[in-house]
Nanobody
C-alpha cells in the first residue's frame, strides 16, 4: 500500500510560478514510477508529467518547456515546478505512483491549482 499526500496548490496569477510536492509512503519509493495528472470538472483526468524509476521524464505537450518534474528518492518525494502558468492550467492536480510486480496504481487526494488571468 502506498499513500500519497500532495501539497503546494493554491491561487496564482497568470505568468507566475508554483511548486507542487508529493510525499509517498513505502520503503521502495525508488522503484515506483511517479507522476502528476490533472483534472477539470467535466473532463477526463489527463497526464501532466511522469518520471520513471530511471529518472527519465515525459511531459504532456501543453506543459513542455514550462513544467519540470523531479524526484528525491532519499526523501520519498516528487515535485512539479510550474512556471509561466496560464489560466488553462487551472485544475485539480493529482500525484500518481505506479508500483511493479504487481502493477498497481495509486493516487493522492488532489490539490487545487487556480491561475487567474
Amino acid at each position: 500500500q502506498v499513500q500519497l499526500v500532495e501539497s503546494g496548490g493554491g491561487l496564482v496569477q497568470a505568468g507566475g510560478s508554483m511548486r507542487l510536492s508529493c510525499a509517498a509512503s513505502g520503503r521502495t519509493f525508488s522503484s515506483y514510477d511517479m507522476g502528476w495528472y490533472r483534472q477539470v470538472p467535466g473532463k477526463q483526468r489527463e497526464l501532466v508529467a511522469i518520471i520513471a524509476t530511471t529518472g527519465s521524464t515525459n511531459y504532456a505537450e501543453p506543459v513542455k518547456g514550462r513544467f519540470t518534474i523531479s524526484r528525491d528518492n532519499t526523501k520519498n518525494t516528487v515535485n512539479l515546478q510550474m512556471n509561466s502558468l496560464k489560466p488553462e492550467d487551472t485544475a485539480v492536480y493529482f500525484c500518481y505512483a505506479r508500483t511493479f510486480r504487481p502493477t498497481i496504481d495509486y493516487w493522492g487526494q488532489g490539490t487545487q491549482v487556480t491561475v487567474s488571468s
